[in-house]
C-alpha cells in the first residue's frame, strides 16, 4: 500500500508551533483493515470532554460508532454526498451534537463554539495516538436527529472520520491529488486583524 508522505502535509509556519497541530490534517484516504481500539475511542472522547465550554456548560454531545458496528452505519446512512464514498473505509465515526439549550431551556449562545474546542480537543488527541480525523459539515441534519430520536434541542452538526491514513489510489483522481497537495492557509497578516 502506498501512504502519503506525512512530512510533506506538515502545515508551513511563520513561527514553531506545537508538532502534534503542525502535522494535522484531514485525509479522506482512510485505511479500511485499521481498527480503533474501545481504549482509544474513550481517550478521544476523554479529550472532547475536558475542553473549555461558556461557564463550564459542556454543550456538546457524541455519539461514536467503530466501523462494523451498528452506530457506525447509522451515523454511515447519513454522511451527504462524496462524504459516503470515502468516509466509510474510517475506523470509526463521531457524531458531534450541540445543546443548543440549557436544562431550564435557556439559549446557550456559545454552545457551537464549545463544540468545536471539544471536537479540535478530539482531533488533537487522535494525532498524539497516531490516528487522523477528517470533521465533515455534509451530513443529513434532520435525519440524523430522526435516526437517533433526539429531541429539537439536540443538534447533529458535525460527523468525524477517525482512522489511519490509507492508500490514496482508492480515491477518486480529483480528491486523490487533494490528499497530496500542499496544503495552504490565508497568510497570517490577513487574519490578525490587529495587533501591538
Ligand atoms: C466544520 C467542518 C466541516 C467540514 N466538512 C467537510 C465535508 O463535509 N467533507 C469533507 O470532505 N471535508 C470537510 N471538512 C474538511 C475541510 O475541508 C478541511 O479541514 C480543510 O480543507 C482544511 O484542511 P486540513 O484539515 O487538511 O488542514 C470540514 C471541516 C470542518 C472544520
Known amino acids: 500500500m502506498t501512504t502519503t508522505d506525512l512530512d510533506d502535509r506538515r502545515a508551513e509556519t511563520t513561527a514553531p508551533i506545537e508538532e502534534l497541530l503542525a502535522m494535522r490534517w484531514s485525509p479522506r484516504a ?14 478521544l ?24 458496528t451498528t452506530t457506525f452505519d447509522r451515523i454511515e446512512r447519513h454522511l451527504m454526498g462524496f462524504n459516503r464514498a470515502w468516509a466509510p473505509n474510517a475506523s470509526a465515526l463521531v457524531l458531534a451534537v450541540v445543546s443548543t439549550e440549557d436544562a431550564e431551556g ?10 468545536g474546542q471539544a471536537m479540535a480537543n478530539l482531533a488533537v488527541q487522535a494525532h498524539a495516538l497516531g490516528l487522523h480525523v477528517h470533521p465533515m459539515g455534509g451530513i443529513e441534519v ?3 436527529q430522526a435516526e ?27 480528491y486523490r491529488e487533494r490528499e497530496t497537495a500542499p496544503r495552504t492557509r490565508r497568510p497570517l497578516d490577513e487574519l490578525v486583524l490587529a495587533r501591538d
Request: aromatic share 8%.
Open 30 to 43: 482512510f485505511d479500511p483493515t485499521a481498527e480503533v481500539t474501545d481504549e482509544q475511542l474513550t481517550s
Open 45 to 68: 472522547l476523554e479529550a472532547a470532554r475536558w475542553a473549555a465550554s461558556a461557564q463550564n456548560s459542556q454543550p456538546a454531545r457524541f455519539i461514536a460508532g467503530r466501523r462494523g
Open 106 to 115: 435557556r439559549t446557550l449562545r456559545w454552545a457551537e463554539y464549545d463544540t
Open 142 to 144: 434532520a435525519a440524523l
Open 148 to 174: 437517533f430520536d433526539l429531541p429539537q434541542q439536540l443538534v447533529p452538526i458535525t460527523a468525524t472520520a477517525v482512522g489511519t491514513i490509507g492508500d490514496p489510489v482508492t480515491l477518486p483522481e480529483r
